[in-house]
């Protein structure tokens, strides 16, 4: 649904993305993450034909935006940055004016979609008297009234509370499940991209320095809290499963592996086991080591 090909983007001279490439296929939630000033919002930006890239293209359901940037966006509805209203006039009047900007005003499916995503009572409402959350439904709303194919949201849940950020998590999850709506954001909040993401990008710097699915991310290895003595034997035990010992206290073993084998060789070999708990890697934790990995060095 959505290729992204080697883009580069230099703002006076200085890098802002380097090479970055990946693909979102249709159906798919993909997460783009990484610090501030990684790059993610101007990916977004030259997506969206807002930003001039240097060089590289967008391919958006094998449209180029290059070549095409008016019939690539009509698949895709997008909240980017900080979305901005008529203060005065109601989300209903909003509404109206932004759908003129791409096409006649439908009220069948406005009125549906403002059902959908909460705002009935307060439609009709200035959009001055709106919360932060009401005015993040508003433009999920916007975003939708063009019936796009991919959705493309920066920092979506941003200064939400945790009420709105199950709210719109549980709404994502459902446009997808029954629309097959395909989705890309940008997020700060990596519990959330856990839940809901199927595959992830992560930037550093402007550089692509990961890029695969959640699960396998998350499940090459489970961590093991293990309390067992002699503790020096365990290595030994676990080797033939093809786990590996971190200290006397944790252990490692492949997501595939029993860890009911394991334990069950463990008390055959006379290794006294206290406690042995599973203690699963967040996406949070592998964030942080690969961000290490890429950490820039001072070379003296």
Same mark, same amino acid.
Request: aromatic fraction near 8%; charged fraction near 25%.
């Given at each position: ?6 883009? &580069? ?61 008016? +019939? ?19 989300? &209903? ?17 406005? +009125? ?24 993040? /439904? ?28 199950? &709210? ?30 199927? +595959? ?79 203690? /699963? ?20």
């Amino acid at each position: 649904m959505l290729e992204i090909n080697d883009l &580069w983007k230099h703002f006076r001279g200085i890098p802002a993305l380097k090479g970055v490439s990946f693909r979102v296929e249709r159906g798919q939630i993909y997460g783009l993450l990484g610090h501030n000033g990684a790059g993610k919002s101007t990916t977004l930006g030259i997506i969206l034909g807002m930003v001039a890239a240097t060089k590289g293209d967008v391919v958006i359901d094998g449209i180029s935006i290059q070549k095409d940037r008016s +019939r690539a966006l009509r698949k895709v509805g997008a909240i980017f940055e900080a979305p901005s209203f008529y203060e005065y006039l109601s989300g &209903w009047q909003n509404l109206k004016i932004l759908m003129s900007y791409t096409g006649p005003f439908e009220e069948k499916l406005a +009125r549906e979609v403002v059902e959908r995503v909460g705002l009935t009572k307060r439609i009709d409402s200035k959009v001055q008297t709106y919360s932060h959350g009401m005015r993040q /439904r508003l433009a999920l709303a916007q975003a939708l009234l063009p019936e796009p194919e991919i959705l493309l949201l920066d920092e979506p849940t941003d200064g939400l509370d945790p009420e709105g950020i199950k &709210w719109f998590r549980d709404f994502i999850l459902d446009l997808r499940k029954e629309r097959g709506m395909t989705v890309l954001f940008n997020s700060h909040l990596l519990a959330e991209v856990e839940q809901m993401c199927d +595959r992830i990008a992560i930037l550093q710097g402007g550089e692509r320095v990961f890029e695969g699915p959640i699960k396998g991310l998350v499940e090459e290895q489970i961590r093991y809290e293990i309390d067992a003595d002699p503790s020096m034997q365990i290595g030994a035990v676990i080797a033939p499963h093809g786990g590996i010992v971190e200290n006397a206290g944790v252990i490692y073993l492949p997501h595939t592996v029993d860890a009911a084998h394991v334990l069950h060789d463990l008390v055959f070999a006379g290794i006294k086991v206290r406690s042995f708990t599973p203690k /699963r890697r967040s996406l949070e934790d592998l964030y942080m080591e690969i961000k290490q990995e890429h950490k820039p060095r001072l070379i003296v």
